[in-house]
């Protein structure tokens, strides 16, 4: 109707029909106007929120992210990878929100280097800020059946820092998980000293990061994710150093990557040097079989040093064909 309609009759009128039914309505009195009819608008889609899961090789990524989602994303056995690419799981709905979990490989990746890993990431994560999409937040998880924290699951931690930044850490849940069937003075202590040591999470948690528990099912999941679909979204470090123009070796993950790979190449040349003054020793003392295991190792040292090194210079230029690959799968998946 449009505009204010007088009636100057208590007569009855059928009104139009509405919708699949017809309907009568009673007119009004006389002198009374009808306010215009308010327009309801059509029901909107609801938001999609993205979150990143992050961890080492083997800490449940991607288990976590099938039973919050319901996805078949394919899961590793054991310490072996099966996510040697960054893939998005099928969405589902809470809090009113449309949620996108999204799964990345550990830099201990057992079929890709750490560049390779750190290539992937970055290009991806760059991809999602083109395109408007920001992360509401970052879950790291952590075995906490894990009796030590080794020097990979330090590594990848401290990478992990590098690529969110001190600003991203208030998004950031740090989430254990396999703890069994039931929790025990042991995995108590190991949560304990995970949460009080600089070394391990303590600075993060600081910062704003939650330390929570997943305990294996799909209620327990959601209640974690419950934490990041009400707050604003963030920009990670790598994804403000890429945005302002920085090459990929620019980047505070790359450069602590490569201290990482010079110690390693460091080694390498030691050990290569020892192997070296080995060998000569045992040609000297005419000891074949032993000149000949002592020559297979150095080569196998030197194709390993000669690795690492060409890793370093050709970042670069690899990282930009990852980046267009990656904007023509995200395209793809939008069309």
């Known amino acids: 109707m449009g505009g204010c309609i007088s009636y100057f009759t208590s007569r009855r ?39 990143a899961v992050m ?69 991806y994560m760059q991809t999602m800020h083109k395109q408007g999409n920001l992360l509401s937040g970052v879950i790291y998880m952590h075995r906490i059946s894990d009796i030590r924290v080794g020097g990979t699951s330090r590594r990848d931690f401290t990478m992990f820092q590098e690529l969110c930044g001190k600003d991203a850490y208030k998004n950031v849940l740090m989430v254990t998980n396999m703890w069994g069937d039931a929790v025990n003075e042991d995995t108590l202590a190991r949560e304990k000293e995970l ?46 150093e890429l945005a302002a123009g920085n090459d990929i070796t620019q980047t505070g993950a790359y450069a602590q990557l490569n201290r990482e790979l010079m110690e390693q190449a460091e080694k390498n040349r030691q050990e290569l040097e020892k192997l070296r003054v080995e060998l000569e020793e045992a040609a000297q003392a005419q000891d074949e079989e032993t000149r000949m295991e002592l020559q297979e190792e150095a080569e196998k040292m030197e194709a390993e040093l000669l690795r690492v090194q060409n890793e370093a210079t050709t970042l670069a230029s690899e990282y930009q064909a990852e980046l267009r690959k990656i904007e023509e799968q995200l395209h793809a998946r939008a069309v």
């Not at 009808?34 to 889609?45: C, D």
């Not at 993060?204 to 934490?227: C, F, P, T, V, Y």
């Open 13 to 51: 009128k059928k009104l139009p029909d509405i919708e699949a039914g017809r309907v009568e309505a009673e007119l009004p009195r006389l002198g009374q106007t009808i306010e215009p009819e308010t327009l309801r608008p059509e029901s909107e889609e609801p938001k999609t929120i993205y979150i």
């Open 55 to 123: 961890g080492a090789t083997g800490s449940g990524k991607t288990t976590f992210i099938n039973i919050a989602s319901g996805s078949n994303l394919r899961v590793g056995m054991g310490l072996e990878s099966c996510t040697n690419e960054v893939q998005m799981s099928q969405s589902f709905m809470l809090d009113g929100k449309s949620v996108v979990l999204i799964d990345t490989p550990g830099f201990d990746d057992t079929t890709k280097s750490d560049t390779d890993v750190l290539k992937m990431i970055a290009a």
């Open 195 to 240: 949460r009080e040591k600089d070394i391990f999470f303590k600075p993060i948690l600081d910062n704003g990061a939650l330390l929570l528990r997943h305990m294996n099912d799909q209620e327990s999941a959601h209640k974690l994710i419950h934490n990041l679909t009400g707050i604003d979204p963030v920009v990670l470090r790598i994804q403000s």
